[in-house]
C-alpha cells in the first residue's frame, strides 16, 4: 500500500522538521495537527479513487458476464433454430466474454481487499489524528507546566546567589555609619561653639533647681523652729534670739552662694566655722 506509506513518510518528515524548530510548543502542536488533517484530506481523496477503480472493475466484470450470458442464449437460440453455424460464433462469442469476466473478477476481487484495506487505514489515521486532538491539550498542559517549574528553579538560583544582598548590606552599612560621623561631628561642633538656645534652656532649668533647693532651705528652718510653721494660721512669728538671727543670717547668706561651685572641703570648714560662732553665742 504505497498510499499510506508516502503519506506517514510525508506526516514524519514534517513533524520532524517542526519539533526540530519548535520555539512554541503550542503553535507547534496546532501545526502538527492541521498537517495531519491535510495528509487525512489527501489519503481520502486517493482512497475515492481507488473505490472508484474497484467499482469500475465490477461494472466491467458485470458487463461482461453479462455479455456472456447473452451469447450464451443466442447460441442456444441458433440451436433451435437448426443454425448451428450461429451457434458456434455465439458460443465463441460467449467463451471470449466469459474469458474476460473471468480476469474481471480477479482483479475486481484483488481491488476490492485492497480498497477495503485502504478504508480500515483510512479509519485509523483518523482515530489517530482524533486522538492527537484530545492529547494535544494535555500536553500543552504539560508544557505550560514544565515552564513554570523551570521559572521556578531559575528564581530560586537567582535567590540563592547572594551577592545582591552582600552589596546591600554592605551599602546599609556605609549609610550608617555615615549617619554616626554627622551625629559625632555634629557633638564636637556644638562642644567647641556652643548652642545658645540650648544653653539658655539650660541655664532655665538649673534656675528651677535652685528653686527646689531654696524649697528644701525653707522646710529645714521650719523644722529647726527659725521659721513658723507653714499649717500655722494668723499666729504670731517666733521671736529669734539675737545669736539665732546672726545664725539665720549666715545661713541664708550660705544659701545664696553657689555652693555647686564650693570644693566639699572648704564647705566644711565653712560649716564648722558656723557652728563655732553659734557656741560662742
Avoid: C
Avoid at 498510499?3 to 522538521?17: A, G, H, M, P, R
Avoid at 466469459?98 to 482483479?107: G, H, K, L, N
Avoid at 508544557?143 to 521559572?151: G, L, T, V
Wanted: aromatic fraction near 2%; proline fraction near 1%.
Amino acid at each position: 500500500m504505497g498510499i499510506f506509506s508516502k503519506l506517514s513518510t510525508v506526516i514524519k518528515s514534517n513533524i520532524n522538521d517542526l519539533i526540530s524548530r519548535a520555539e512554541n510548543p503550542e503553535k507547534m502542536l496546532n501545526q502538527i495537527i492541521l498537517d495531519m488533517r491535510d495528509q487525512l484530506a489527501k489519503a481520502k481523496r486517493e482512497v475515492a479513487a481507488a473505490i472508484a477503480d474497484e467499482r469500475k472493475l465490477k461494472a466491467q466484470l458485470e458487463d461482461e458476464v453479462k455479455q456472456a450470458r447473452d451469447w450464451e442464449h443466442r447460441a442456444m437460440l441458433a440451436v433451435k433454430e437448426g443454425r448451428d453455424d450461429l451457434a458456434k460464433q455465439a458460443l465463441m462469442r460467449q467463451q471470449e466474454h466469459a474469458e474476460r469476466a473471468s480476469v474481471y473478477q480477479q482483479t475486481w476481487q484483488n481491488q476490492a481487499a485492497e480498497t477495503e484495506k485502504l478504508k480500515g487505514s483510512l479509519r485509523q489515521l483518523n482515530d489517530k489524528i482524533e486522538e492527537a486532538k484530545r492529547k494535544r491539550n494535555l500536553l500543552i498542559a504539560k508544557q505550560k507546566r514544565a515552564q513554570a517549574q523551570r521559572r521556578i528553579h531559575e528564581t530560586m538560583s537567582g535567590l540563592s546567589d547572594t551577592s545582591a544582598f552582600e552589596a546591600f548590606n554592605r551599602m546599609a552599612d556605609k549609610i550608617e555609619d555615615e549617619e554616626r560621623r554627622n551625629v559625632a561631628q555634629a557633638e564636637v561642633t556644638e562642644a567647641l561653639v556652643g548652642d545658645t538656645l540650648e544653653t539658655e534652656f539650660l541655664r532655665l532649668e538649673a534656675g528651677g533647681g535652685d528653686a527646689n533647693v531654696d524649697d528644701k532651705l525653707t522646710a529645714l528652718k521650719q523644722q529647726m523652729g527659725l521659721l513658723p510653721a507653714a499649717s500655722s494660721e494668723g499666729g504670731e512669728a517666733k521671736q529669734l534670739s539675737p545669736g539665732e538671727n546672726v545664725q539665720e543670717a549666715q545661713v541664708e547668706e550660705m544659701s545664696e552662694a553657689d555652693a555647686a561651685d564650693i570644693p566639699e572641703a572648704q564647705l566644711i570648714e565653712e560649716f564648722d566655722r558656723l557652728g563655732g560662732k553659734a557656741g560662742e553665742a
